[in-house]
């Protein structure tokens, strides 16, 4: 095959792995926009004929979609922000120091992730439920921190490795005590690192599910992810364009930050993924 | 080193709280899995009860059959179209072709999607109502339609299909990064050798990448048996149990049988081929590194 063909082809299995891929998402915003009796056609009117907005309304204007949407935000930054905050000692220690037992104890901190969620929500479900924490948003916090923390470490510990030693010597012979020189040097020169640990944070908390669903008990508290799918479980196919609204509503929010910092993030991942 | 004991203190925060999130439950777990509590009553006696149990019901047999189909066929089907992707990235890349990013960015944005919300998609895309998506569109080019859903071995397909959807961006970076880093020298050898491109695949592509792709399986393996989201937002588990995997039938066995016993023993069981799969794990990284 010359090259040329080779293109040609390359070009082809592109186009037709991003359609496969863009699909469901473009079948999602076709549903959306559709009044039910459009809906009912099926894929002979993938292009709505007489798109409307209507199922949006419905959805945004229901207070409770506005709240749902809040508490997901909030959850998902709050967790991520905690864990980056607790993480970033760990990470500035094992970047700068040796000390025996380094090694093993950051390999059993990224072991901590194989951990299902699953496995130990049933123990966190009794504690938090004697602590009367499950009226609160603190518990899904916390346990988001803890999920974050793993990976948080790793990205941020590679952060601070980019950064040259003789910078913080620098500063040392200039006077300045150890924590001004991680606040004043290496903690704005490990902005990337530490932005990039915060937004997967974010990610992987506005997918959860099963700690929101279990850990809060009342639907004012009640986070985007959980939100559709009691949503879902209310409706009939009357309303699937309804649903497809609310999926849309969901998703976008994550869409939307992750290609705005797709750099950052493919970066970080990639940097995991050599390491893995 | 006078660090020696202090530099734990910056660990603090860390150990703390995964103390607290996973490493007191896990232990809890082991203890609650011998006990007969239920989610609304404390323990009262401990035995082997809940693991008898567990292990003799009939649906433990079918529930692990499903685990072991949905794991494997999703492990594959992740990890052919995860190193699909890769190599095509690739190649667009060394011969500066249009459009890569941009379908890297497709396939990412698919993984960025919650679970329940990645069910619910594709549960409107496979339909079985008259306007479904794909079922409308069989009826369009005159192929009867397919029970995608509704019919057991079908919607075990459609499950995994889903999953691999989203899933596949995980592997595609993993392998693009492996990919990128094999020796090009290798390659413009073959060439000069007059090596085909499948021979090049076969001889220089797979053996150079295979310690990341036992390591993504591993990964990848645990991945899915940890995810039941997409399922239970699909099928929920259905028609009967014919999509009811390990991880939905603890969540299921816990929190709507409210058997705490019962379902603390189960994830003892799926904790234990966690474990297991993270020993291959290091001892895949350990090899690598001498």
Redesign the interface.
Same mark, same amino acid.
């Given at each position: $095959?010359s090259?040329r063909v !080779?293109?040609i082809a390359?070009?082809i *299995?592109?186009i037709v792995?991003?359609a496969?891929?863009? $699909?469901?998402?473009a079948?999602?915003l076709s549903?959306a926009l559709r009044t039910p009796a459009e &809906?009912?056609?099926?894929?002979?009117r993938f292009i709505p004929e007489a798109p409307t907005l209507d199922n949006f309304r419905l959805i945004l204007t229901d207070g409770a979609f506005g709240t749902y949407l809040y508490n997901a935000i909030k959850l998902c930054a709050l967790g991520a922000l905690g864990a980056v905050?607790? *993480?970033t000692?760990?990470a500035?220690?094992a970047s700068r120091?040796q000390?025996?037992g380094k090694g093993p104890?950051m390999?059993a901190?990224l072991? &901590?992730q $194989?951990?299902?969620?699953?496995?130990?929500?049933?123990?966190?479900?009794?504690?938090m439920d004697r602590l009367g924490l499950l009226e609160s948003h603190s518990a899904v916090i916390? &346990?988001y921190?803890?999920?974050g923390?793993?990976l948080s470490?790793w990205l941020i510990k590679t952060g601070f490795d980019t950064i040259p030693l003789s910078l913080e010597e620098a500063a040392a012979i200039d006077g300045c005590g150890r924590f001004e020189i991680l606040a004043r040097i290496t903690l704005p020169l490990a902005a990337p690192a530490l932005a990039s640990a915060f937004i997967l944070n974010m990610?992987m908390g506005?997918?959860?599910?099963?700690v929101p669903f279990?850990l809060l008990t009342r639907d004012g508290q009640l986070p985007i992810?959980?939100a559709?799918?009691n949503f *879902?479980g209310s409706t009939s196919?009357s309303t699937?364009q309804v649903?497809?609204a609310a999926?849309l509503v969901? &998703?976008v929010p !994550?869409?939307v930050a992750?290609?705005a910092l797709?750099r950052l993030?493919?970066r970080a991942? $990639?940097a995991g993924?050599?390491k893995? | 080193?006078k660090?020696?004991r202090r530099?734990w203190?910056?660990?603090? +925060?860390?150990l703390l709280?995964?103390g607290?999130?996973?490493l007191? +439950?896990?232990l809890?777990?082991l203890r609650?899995s011998f006990s007969d509590a239920t /989610?609304l009553r404390p323990v009262s006696g401990y035995g082997v009860d809940g693991y008898v149990a567990a292990f003799a019901a009939d649906s433990l047999g079918v529930i692990l059959r499903n685990t072991a189909v949905f794991t494997a066929l999703s492990v594959v089907g992740l990890q052919i179209v995860g190193l699909?992707?890769a190599l095509?990235l690739v190649?667009?890349d060394c011969?500066g072709?249009y459009?890569?990013t941009? /379908?890297?960015?497709?396939?990412?944005?698919?993984w960025?999607?919650?679970?329940?919300?990645n069910g619910?998609?594709?549960?409107?895309?496979l339909?079985e109502? +008259?306007?479904?998506?794909v079922?409308?569109?069989l009826?369009?080019i005159g192929i009867p339609p397919v029970a995608w859903l509704s019919d057991p071995v079908n919607a075990m397909m459609s499950a995994v299909i889903a999953n691999v959807?989203q899933g596949s961006a995980?592997s595609m970076?993993?392998f693009?990064?492996?990919r990128r880093?094999v020796d090009p020298v290798l390659y413009e050898a073959a060439e000069v050798d007059g090596a085909s491109?499948s021979a090049q695949f076969v001889f220089i592509t797979l053996p150079q990448m295979r310690g990341a792709i036992l390591?993504n399986s591993v990964?990848v393996t645990?991945q899915t048996?940890?995810t039941?989201?997409t399922i239970?937002?699909l099928t929920g588990g259905g028609p009967g149990r014919a999509t009811e995997v390990l991880?939905l039938y603890?969540?299921n066995t816990?929190?709507y049988a409210y058997d705490?016993g019962g379902?603390?023993a189960l994830?003892?069981v799926?904790?234990g081929i966690?474990?297991m799969?993270?020993l291959v794990? /290091?001892a895949i990284l350990v090899r690598r590194r001498t």
């Open positions: $095959m090259p !080779a293109d390359t070009y *299995a592109g792995l991003a496969l891929f863009l $699909m469901p998402l079948w999602l549903l &809906v009912y056609l099926g894929a002979a905050i607790l *993480a000692p760990a500035y220690a120091f000390f025996r104890v390999v901190i072991l &901590v $194989m951990i299902s969620p699953l496995v130990v929500i049933i123990p966190l479900y009794r504690y916390g &346990v921190m803890a999920i923390v793993p470490v990610i506005w997918s959860q599910f099963l279990i992810s959980v559709i799918y *879902a196919a699937t649903l497809a999926c969901a &998703v !994550a869409l992750f290609l797709q993030i493919v991942i $990639m993924a050599v893995g | 080193m660090e020696d530099v203190i910056w660990f603090a +925060p860390v709280i995964l607290l999130v996973y007191v +439950p896990v809890d777990v609650l /989610l699909a992707i095509l190649r667009g011969r072709l459009g890569m941009m /379908l890297r960015t497709i396939v990412l944005a698919a960025v999607i919650p679970g329940i919300a619910l998609i594709w549960q409107m895309l339909s109502a +008259p306007f479904g998506a079922n409308s569109v009826r369009m959807w995980f970076i993993v693009y990064a492996a880093a491109a390591v990964l645990i048996l940890n039941f989201d239970l937002a991880s603890i969540f816990v929190f705490l379902g603390s994830a003892v799926l904790l966690s474990m799969l993270t794990y /290091l």
